[in-house]
C-alpha cells in the first residue's frame, strides 16, 4: 500500500515546477545570485502580502530572529520571555544574541502562550517577549501588547503561520517586528533555507538590514559588526512563484483540518485541536492528541502514515538549555503536552482517500 507522507513537497513543485524554472533561468543568464531583482522583488511581494511595511530576506529563520532582536537592542543582560513549547530555534536565537530565554507554561486548549504567566516573567531585565505562532494559529498579540509595560517589544515568531490572522491583522504585522522561516516544509517554503523579517517600523528594518550584511550599508564601509545572512535570488525566485498560490494552498489546508475534524470528531481517545475566538489560523500542522503516544505513532508509521512530533521535548528538558536550572515539574501543561502530541499528515493536494485512511488507521491504533 502507497505510503502517505506528513507533507508532500513533490505535489507542490509539481505545480510550480515550470516557473520556477524559468524564474532559475532568468537568475543564471544575470548572474545575480545575491540580492539583485529576484530578491527585491520578493521583498516587496510579501512585505504587501503580509500588511508589514518592510520585509528584509535572510538566509533562515533562526538568523531572522536573532536579527529583529538585535535590531531592538538586546543583548547581554536582557532576558525575552517565550513559550516552553516550541521549537529550540527560538531559545537559541535569543541566547545567540547574550540575552537569557525566560520560559511560561503554554495554555491547556491551544498550546499558545500562557498570557497570564507572561506577566509574571516580566522583570526590569524584560526587553522583548517572543509568543509563537504555533501549528498555523496566531498567538492573541492585541490582549498581550496592552498588558506589556513600555519598553518590552513584541516580537512574533511567524515561522507556522504564514496567511494566518487574528483579529483582523496578520501574522508579521502584528507585533513590533516578526521572524519566519521559509524551510521546505512550511506553509510557504523554499528549496533549501531561507527566512525574513518583517516590520512596520522604518527604522527597525533599516537596522535589520544593516546587520545582516556585515554591518554595512554600502560596499567595504562597515558601520557596526554584523552578519553574513542574506536571501539568495534562486530561493527568492521560488518564494516569489509559491506566495502567488499560498492563499490557495492555505485553503486546502483548512478544507482538509474540517475533514479531520469530522473524521475524528466522535473518537474519545483523541483530542482535536482549538481554534481561539476570532483567529483563522492556516493549518501548518494538525496536531491531536493521544495517550500512549509512541506506540501509537509506531502504529501509524509502521502502515505508511506518515505522522510525526512537534515538539517531543520543551526547552527547558533539552541539553542545550539545561543551564537554565528547570527540571521536570517546571511547565506542567508543555511537558504534558510533549507526551501526547502527535501530527497527522496535512498539505495541500491531500486526498479526502489519504485522510480517511489515516483517520482509520488512528483510530484503529488508540483502540489498542
Request: net charge negative.
Amino acid at each position: 500500500m502507497t505510503s502517505i507522507p506528513l507533507v508532500d513537497l513533490a505535489w507542490q513543485h509539481a505545480q510550480v515546477g515550470d516557473e520556477v524554472a524559468a524564474g532559475w533561468a532568468e537568475v543564471l543568464a544575470k548572474t545575480a545570485f545575491v540580492g539583485g531583482p529576484a530578491v527585491a522583488r520578493f521583498e516587496a511581494e510579501y512585505a504587501e502580502y503580509t500588511g508589514a511595511g518592510h520585509c528584509i530576506g535572510v538566509a533562515n529563520g533562526t538568523d531572522a530572529i536573532e536579527l529583529a532582536l538585535r535590531a531592538l537592542g538586546v543583548g547581554p543582560g536582557d532576558e525575552c520571555v517565550l513559550p516552553a513549547n516550541t521549537f529550540i530555534a527560538t531559545a537559541e536565537a535569543v541566547a545567540r544574541t547574550g540575552a537569557t530565554p525566560v520560559l511560561v507554561d503554554c495554555r491547556p486548549d491551544d498550546a499558545l502562550i500562557d498570557l497570564d504567566l507572561v506577566d509574571a516573567a516580566i522583570t526590569p531585565r524584560t526587553k522583548a517577549v517572543l509568543p509563537v505562532h504555533l501549528y498555523g494559529q496566531m498567538a492573541d498579540l492585541a490582549a498581550l501588547a496592552e498588558r506589556l509595560p513600555e519598553g518590552v517589544a513584541l516580537v512574533e515568531d511567524a515561522a507556522q503561520s504564514q496567511g494566518a490572522r487574528r483579529d483582523g491583522v496578520g501574522s508579521g504585522a502584528a507585533g513590533a517586528i516578526a521572524a519566519t522561516s521559509f524551510y521546505p516544509g512550511k506553509n510557504l517554503g523554499a528549496y533549501g533555507d531561507a527566512g525574513a523579517v518583517t516590520t512596520s517600523d522604518g527604522e527597525l528594518a533599516a537596522a535589520v538590514r544593516l546587520l545582516g550584511a556585515h554591518g554595512s550599508s554600502r560596499k567595504y564601509v562597515h558601520d557596526t559588526l554584523g552578519f553574513n545572512s542574506r536571501l539568495d535570488a534562486l530561493q527568492a525566485v521560488v518564494l516569489s512563484v509559491k506566495l502567488r498560490r499560498l492563499d490557495d494552498w492555505n485553503e486546502q489546508r483548512r478544507a482538509a483540518a474540517k475533514r479531520y475534524e469530522a473524521l475524528l470528531s466522535g473518537l474519545e481517545q483523541v483530542g482535536l485541536p482549538v481554534v481561539a475566538d476570532g483567529s483563522e489560523p492556516v493549518w501548518h500542522l494538525y496536531v491531536v492528541q493521544v495517550d500512549r503516544r509512541d506506540e501509537v505513532l509506531a502504529e501509524l508509521n509502521a502502515g505508511g502514515i506518515g505522522a510525526g512530533i512537534h515538539y517531543p521535548t520543551p526547552v527547558h528538558l533539552t541539553g542545550a538549555f539545561a543551564g537554565l536550572g528547570k527540571g521536570e515539574g517546571t511547565f506542567p501543561v508543555a511537558e504534558a503536552m510533549g507526551g501526547r502530541i502527535l501530527s497527522l499528515p496535512l498539505f495541500p493536494g491531500i486526498t479526502a482517500e489519504q485522510q480517511e485512511r489515516v483517520a482509520e488507521a488512528l483510530t484503529a491504533a488508540v483502540a489498542r
